[in-house]
């Protein structure tokens, strides 16, 4: 603003013409796309002209993008319990992973030398095998080890034993299979998030003398979580679509329901489109559920802590308001 | 209180202190100077068992550091043992060290109520006298990131003091603040001081060595060079090396 406070000079910005030119040309890519989502196509256009002749065709005509279909099947009772089974296997799957990921980093940093040995071991294995053979060889298990017993090893004396069949149905299967998978890879997670605290915290806290484990679990962790919870959102949601793998054990979750429906109404575009935007759906909630878990976690690091979308639009209206002010030539805070 | 001798500590290749003595009734104030690279901060980690040492007896009020005399070994203490230990002995850093994710009262209270597992709302009470004894009522609340370099390190403090320690150590507390803000945790330390708590102060600070300190220990490669009353120390060293230190000091 001017210099003396009072005479208000008129400022002219640079004008971006380039800037002007590329929103036209977007504009126009995005006005092209969006008719294709909204327009009709002749449906089977080739056999209908050998059929019909010319000048019937338009009489058959299909949504492109096949929405009448995704509308249909959208709340269709299979979709949807396919839907809870997506949504519980990556629960499920997310809580084993989770659990297996902390208990794994913090062995990995053991002084222990037989614990850090064990998290090593476990990472490279879970981690350097594809989880599509892992899955199989969890629905699988029996053929390796038909019978589980506790007991005294090398004897037949068991104390209490079942078979691999009885537990490891397939989905429980598809739980093993992937949370031992995201459990190697969240334990990397959390082990960057324990690095990433400073040195400093930890010999402040073992000066008061709390214990290792009292140092992390009061200290070191709380703001290990601010570096480890970005990532594990994408793991979250990284996982809501892999649990789409379960289709080999014969899981039916949303992609084996769309499948059966593809199987019997042979539209596949359409049906994988309404798959497609119920995962969006899902991780649209958990993005903004991320969102407010940073901001809780960023407490204490931050001095003013991030503003959330409402606060966001409050702030822009205010601003936008007092730039309409200023113009009708009211002063404002800014000119002082 | 504090009683080494001989001590020695090397890290990887490299002899940060090589037989050092050094005594501390209780009650005094001892300060440690010496160039960077000394051994200053070394010798004191040592004394609260951050650093294991490597030859030479390290004692504090009569029992050695980190390990158990039976018969004629030496045993190694469990993590319980050196915990408790430690748990004795405050420490006040360089980089203030508070944690970041607990506010104010929350810093001072985690010790007592975590360790020595004392009720919250006790720890709480002695809490805030303490911060009322270092000049911050009303900041319990506040962040560590909200407050400034020198109200920081005099939080280190209360919350160091929260755990009753018996003796408290002072790593360059002030190295790491503008120079305006240095004078409200020295004045801190003196009132400290004065209270008849057993001190031992790494510092570059020579005017708060001359006021406070019962003595002073000038450190150089890892052995003490001089040592005794700060005044004749400070005023008139007989070391040709404190002499050159001091000249570039003061």
Known sequence: MNTNGDAAVEVVPVRHVGQWIGMAVVALFIAMFVHTLFSKIPSGARSCHLIAGKNQCHAILRWRFGWNLIFHYFTNGGILRGLVVTLELTVFAMVVGIVLGVVVAIMRLSHNRVLSGVAWTYTWLFRGTPVYVQLLLWGFIAFLYPTFAIGIPFTHIYLFQFGANSVFIPFNAAIAGLGLNEGAYFSEIVRSGLIAVDEGQTEAAISLGMTRAQTLRFVVLPQAMRVIIPPTGNEVISMLKTTSLVVVLAV????????????????????????????????????????????????????????????????????????????????????? | MVEARGVHKSYVGVEVLKGVDLTVERGEVTCLIGPSGSGKSTLLRCINHLEKVDAGELRVDGELVGYEARGDKLYELNDRRICHERSQIGMVFQRFNLFQNLNVLENITVGPTKVKEINAEQAKKTARELLARVGLEGKEKNYPTQLSGGQQQRVAIARALAMEPKLMLFDEPTSALDPELVGEVLDVMKDLARSGMTMIVVTHEMGFAKEVADSVYFLDQGVIEESGDPKAVLTSPSSPRLQSFLSKVL
């Open chain 1, 252 to 336: 039916v979750d949303l992609l084996g329901a769309v499948d059966n429906i593809i199987g019997q109404n042979y539209q596949p575009m359409p049906m994988l489109l309404l798959a497609s935007i119920w995962y969006l759906i899902v991780s649209t909630i958990l993005s903004i559920g991320q969102f407010y878990l940073e901001r809780h976690f960023a407490k204490g690091a931050l001095r003013t802590p991030p503003l959330t979308p409402i606060q966001r639009m409050r702030q822009d209206i205010r601003g936008i308001a007092s730039k309409y002010r200023t113009k009708r030539g009211v002063p404002t805070r800014a000119t002082t």
